[in-house]
């Protein structure tokens, strides 16, 4: 006879959990959630900076008492104390680099199908999950999924920004071209931006038929609609 486990323990999950979230009210929001789900509340530390969220997950690692979970927002705004790392996606390819076995839950209003997808497949987050709507309610099957199994954990409202038919194919030196379009770098200024950098192809005919080719692929009529609807898919 085959045993089944409990579907949820009943002890804590994550031993040490560190929150990287700059407004309190949120904080407090997801503290009294983890605590729900019987995450003790020693267990549970809170940032408002992305470079005191690095400087604490070295500091665990210092002090033999790791972290379990990362749960970070997505954006931080300016102030007057300097940061070095200025949002959650910097935070999340250092932390990757740095910790790559920590689980990592993006808590965010983002639901730009492309930011979705870098997080998913380049820094291999473990869950993403959009703060409006079921936000709290996600964030505890996210919870609950992250550490129960390997897979990719999605609130349900953004289910479709990773379908193999939603994939948004473009390598970095595209979003470079459309980032200087933005700028309203004319094809001869983006040639010289491109030069500058030590990046090729480099050529304005180059640069006129890739621009062609993204413009056809997303259906633009212009360069600046373009522009417009890279922004609206978060690529730029």
């Known amino acids: 006879m085959v045993l089944k486990q409990p579907r949820f323990q009943s002890h804590f999950m994550f ?3 560190l929150i990287a979230e700059e407004f309190d009210i949120i904080y407090s929001g997801l503290k ?3 605590e729900e789900i019987q995450i003790i509340s020693t267990a ?3 940032v408002s900076y992305c470079d005191e969220a690095l400087m604490k997950l070295k500091k665990g690692v210092l002090d033999n008492s790791t972290y379990d979970l990362l749960i970070c927002d997505l954006f931080f705004l300016a102030d ?3 940061q070095e790392i200025t949002s959650g996606k910097e935070l999340i390819k250092r932390v990757r680099k740095e910790f790559p076995t920590l689980k990592i839950i993006v808590f965010s209003n983002e639901d ?3 930011i979705i997808q870098d997080l998913y497949k380049n820094f291999k987050i473990n869950a993403y999950v959009w703060k409006k709507g079921n936000g709290q309610k996600e964030l505890k099957k996210a919870i609950r999924h992250v550490y129960y199994k390997d897979n990719f954990y999605l609130s349900e409202e953004l289910s479709g920004a990773i379908h193999p038919k939603n994939e948004i194919k473009i390598s970095e030196f595209d979003i470079l071209l459309i980032e200087c379009l933005s700028k309203g770098f004319s094809q001869e200024e983006i040639s010289i931006e491109l030069k500058e950098k030590g990046i090729s192809p480099s050529s304005t005919s180059a640069i006129e038929k890739r621009l062609k080719f993204l413009k056809e692929d997303f259906n633009a009529n212009n360069p600046a609609h373009l522009v417009a609807l890279a ?3 978060g690529v730029v």
């Open 231 to 233: 922004k609206d898919l």
């Open 44 to 46: 549970i530390e809170h």
């Open 112 to 114: 730009k199908p492309f």
């Open 80 to 82: 007057h104390k300097s």
């Open 32 to 34: 009294a959630t983890l």
């Open 15 to 17: 031993q040490k959990v």
